[in-house]
């Protein structure tokens, strides 16, 4: 094919070598799917603007600002697949799923804003809930704030809590016998059982739902610490002895990076069951927060402003999951396949 | 170099076998006296007990009956005056190439005025471009090629190698053997190696100690004085092979399992 003094192709050059040639068709089929996304969208903002509403509900346009963004953004990628493989690829791939999610939102407009199916005031459209979440950016933002301090103050002292006791309890086995049964009894009760006792005897609300939510992190990093303590290779461990390792740094050079991939199981498992003992917290008892604005909305019967909350939890949850996950990866970059996951 | 002699007195090494409720003697009655400097290999079947006599000198093990010594002092415990190599996978797989190289060097100490020393065991088995690779990113050869200079680095007296090439291809084995002589050669301490692999200990040692299992004991002991580096194909390395293999039951036809 190509002489030895050419240069070796690219990842996506060779990739393109060995995948199998694509006929007119089945390129045709590929554009086709990109554009699919775009269409969606189309269609939506034309029943949006177009159909007449049901009875008198009335719209704004921030909704279409909202649907436009997207679909301009994947306009976007959409001309650049045309000159660019990557974009391609990434578009073809994401594409379905987009399409299905815009056509998600109109059928969801139709069966509100346009029919009135699904009745208000239980179910807003979507203009609306985007509505409320403008209008009360402010108050959302400083729950938001709230919310995000008392789960981390909270993480942050369950998971140091539980790594103190997991890897000292890993690491001796007199300190394990005496946590074991600690970890037996209270492991299996879920932390918020505890609420109504936090609520009658701590001194402070926020005070309690601090330990309220560290107790639930504390548990799984404790046992997943505890257990990568106790699965470390011994080879490992003697060869550190060999090379002149003190115990301190049998423990904090070998021990507890070797267990970290353990670690970091117990630190995802306590980040949800510290995200469900914070809405809790916030649902009965603390007077801040997210979980606190949608109770709050409840009593006022505004169901917009509880979906807008709502969508304002899964996007403050899934942020604070990535920035776990990407810490994780760093950590981890040692690990056999850990790079590329 | 004077330091690195390794006196063991009728070690004997009972292991409890509390499955089968039961104990067996896996050491009986082993003495070897190791000169500073010298290079020996222990050769013998599996279940001899080898590795057990090896970790008993690492400080790994406590024997049950007999003395172990080095350089006078009784083995109470690791020392980084002895030196480990395992099989494989003894490497920190969270550390790169150079850190698991520079842990020693930070384990005792040195490492602030030793870095450059790092980089010099790096290059001196060549794997420069994989200085900041993990482990699990080199191959089995690299990566026995980095638990030999991790354990040099601190500049043992005494290294101990438990089959350290065991798991490596043949080719791969004869190249770091040669690196072995070199090294030894350059640092003359004193060489333990474990293997059953009876070419590589002709290939290396001065001494050669076989060993025979259940219970565990030295049979003979054989002096080789080939200079370095030395002929596979020998006629006196090709001699010395046949009275290994007799001793340990593989070179004559009587034997029942086993024909060559």
């Known amino acids: ?341 | 170099m004077s330091a690195g002699h390794i006196q063991i007195n009728n070690i004997k090494k009972i292991f409890a076998r509390a499955d089968l409720n039961s104990t067996l003697l896996v050491l009986d009655e082993v003495s070897l006296d190791i000169r500073p400097g010298e290079f020996v290999s222990l050769v013998g079947t599996s279940g001899c007990g080898k590795s057990t006599l090896l970790r008993i000198i690492a400080g790994l093990e406590t024997a049950t009956d007999g003395v172990a010594l080095c350089d006078g002092e009784p083995i109470n415990g690791t020392n980084p005056k002895r030196g480990l190599v395992f099989q494989e996978h003894s490497l920190f797989p969270w550390l790169t190439v150079r850190e698991n190289i520079a842990f020693g060097l930070r384990a005792t100490k040195q490492y602030s005025f030793k870095k450059e020393l790092v980089d010099a065991l790096i290059s001196m088995v060549g794997l420069e471009e994989f200085a900041d690779s993990f482990p699990h990113q080199l191959s089995g050869g690299m990566q026995q090629r980095v638990a030999l200079v991790r354990a040099l680095a601190i500049s043992p007296d005494v290294l101990l190698l438990d089959e350290p090439l065991g798991a490596l291809d043949s080719f791969t084995r004869m190249v770091i053997q040669e690196e072995l002589v070199r090294l030894w050669q350059e640092r003359h301490n004193t060489m333990i190696l474990i293997t059953h692999d009876v070419d590589e200990a002709i290939y290396l040692s001065q001494r050669i100690f076989i060993m025979t299992p259940r219970p565990g004991r030295i049979i003979r002991e054989l002096t080789l004085n080939m200079s370095y580096p030395r002929n596979r194909s020998d006629s006196a390395f090709v001699d010395i092979r046949n009275i290994i293999l007799k001793q340990l039951h593989f070179a004559t036809d009587t034997h029942e399992d086993y024909n060559l």
Not at chain 1, 179 to 187: D, H, K, N, Q
Not at chain 1, 197 to 219: E, H, M, N, R, T
Request: a positive charge.
């Open chain 1, 1 to 341: 094919m190509t002489s030895g003094a050419n240069p070796l192709p690219t990842l996506w050059e060779l990739k393109e070598m060995e995948s199998k040639p694509k006929t007119r068709m089945a390129r045709l089929f590929d554009r086709i799917i990109c554009a699919l996304p775009i269409l969606a969208a189309a269609l939506e903002l034309l029943q949006y603007k177009l159909r007449p509403n049901f009875r008198n509900f009335t719209t704004t346009d921030a909704y279409t600002v909202f649907v436009s963004f997207f679909a301009v953004l994947i306009l976007g990628l959409f001309v650049a697949s045309f000159f660019s493989k990557r974009a391609f690829e990434k578009l073809r791939a994401q594409s379905p799923l987009y399409t299905v999610v815009f056509l998600l939102f109109a059928a969801y407009d139709h069966a509100t804003l346009k029919t009135g199916l699904l009745p208000l005031p239980y179910f807003p459209w979507p203009d609306r809930i985007l509505n409320a979440i403008i209008d009360d950016r402010v108050l959302l933002l400083d729950c938001i704030g709230n919310s995000l301090q008392l789960l981390f103050l909270g993480y942050i002292f369950g998971a140091a809590a539980g790594l103190l006791t997991g890897v000292s309890a890993g690491w001796s086995r007199s300190i394990r016998y005496w946590v074991m049964p600690l970890i037996r009894i209270l492991g299996p009760i879920p932390s918020t059982t505890w609420l109504p006792i936090i609520l009658i005897v701590a001194a402070s609300l926020f005070g309690g739902s601090v330990f309220l939510i560290a107790l639930g992190v504390w548990y799984p990093v404790t046992m997943t610490s505890m257990n990568g303590v106790q699965n470390i290779r011994k080879a490992n461990f003697e060869v550190a002895r060999t090379l002149g390792a003190s115990n301190a740094r049998l423990v904090f050079r070998v021990a507890v990076p070797s267990a970290m991939p353990y670690i970091f199981q117990g630190l995802t498992q306590g980040m949800s069951v510290a995200c469900t003992a914070l809405m809790v917290a916030e649902m009965m008892g603390v007077e801040s927060g997210l979980g606190w604005y949608i109770n709050w909305q409840r009593g006022w019967a505004e169901f917009a402003k509880m979906y807008a909350a709502i969508i304002v939890i899964c996007l403050t949850f899934t942020v604070v999951n990535m920035a776990l996950t990407l810490i994780r990866k760093r950590v981890l970059r040692w690990q056999e396949g850990g790079a590329g996951v």
